[in-house]
């Protein structure tokens, strides 16, 4: 295990690219350091590269981690749960905190994995947290406190937003907001070849795509205008942002992103079943 001396405050199983983001959400709180943080990862180079990025300890081993630590992030890939909690769950105790971002595994399955003393907290993120504009959704579990509850949103919420929500709404969640990111990817694509079809450089369409969606989101969030309202007041009748909307409105695009929506959330169930 690399460690120095300082006090291990956070824990990891997992460092990867979600785990990143997280740490850096925590890195944000004043006062943070990075050498109180220890992460179990057993790829070397990945191990090797959190340490020069972010100054963090690491071991290959998560029972350091659980003796370590006592709020850990469970960050492993959903196939790598059930072996991992073979090897911590002699160690854990109702002192820890555990904070999952595994998707598709409800909060009793990994009570049943961890077993029942340990307190969770389950969240769903989104990849956005890595650009300091995450999505995360918090659901505490039987054993977890309204302390727990507000430490996870206040290390998630300085990567972006958080909403405490019932465990019965994660798989939907999973589909806006988890899946979500790739959703918007592929409609900014859309954009910016819908752009180079008309004559623009593929850079400059790519500029005009991206910027007009993070603009308009922004724009929506700080003022808070009807949705309805604001579409209607940028397509004035006759106008070509009206000659657009009828080919939208006529394609039934709203159908097709709700039936997008759906199959995301029926295979979220369906991977937690």
């Known amino acids: ?114 077993g029942m003393k340990v307190r969770i907290v389950r969240v769903m993120p989104n990849l956005a947290l890595r650009a300091g504009e995450g999505m995360c959704a918090v659901c505490g579990g039987k054993n977890a406190t309204e302390g727990d509850v507000r430490r996870v949103v206040k290390i998630l919420g300085a990567a972006g937003r958080t909403a405490i929500l019932a465990e019965k709404h994660f798989d939907a969640v999973t589909a806006l907001s988890g899946s979500g990111p790739a959703f918007f990817a592929f409609m900014e694509e859309a954009m910016a070849e819908g752009g180079r079809a008309l004559g623009l450089p593929a850079d400059a369409a790519r500029i005009l795509a991206e910027q007009t969606m993070l603009g308009t989101a922004a724009y929506l969030r700080q003022s808070g205008a009807d949705l309805g309202e604001f579409i209607s007041g940028v397509a004035t009748p006759g106008g070509t942002t009206a000659a657009g909307m009828d080919v939208m409105r006529a394609s039934d695009f709203k159908a097709i992103v709700a039936k997008t929506l759906a199959a995301a959330a029926r295979r979220s169930k369906e991977l937690g079943s």
């Open 1 to 114: 295990m690399k460690t120095n001396s300082a006090k291990t405050t956070l824990g990891f199983f997992g460092a990867g690219k979600m785990a990143e983001g997280i740490l850096s959400a925590a890195m944000k709180t004043p006062g943070f350091e990075p050498q109180t943080v220890l992460m179990a990862e057993r790829l070397d180079a990945r191990a090797r590269e959190m340490v020069r990025k972010c100054k963090v300890r690491t071991t290959p081993d998560a029972a350091d981690v659980v003796r370590a630590a006592k709020t850990i992030f469970l960050a492993v890939r959903p196939q790598d749960v059930p072996e991992l909690a073979k090897v911590v769950k002699p160690l854990l105790t109702d002192k820890h905190l555990l904070i999952s971002i595994v998707a598709g595994k409800s909060i009793a399955t990994l009570r049943k994995l961890f």
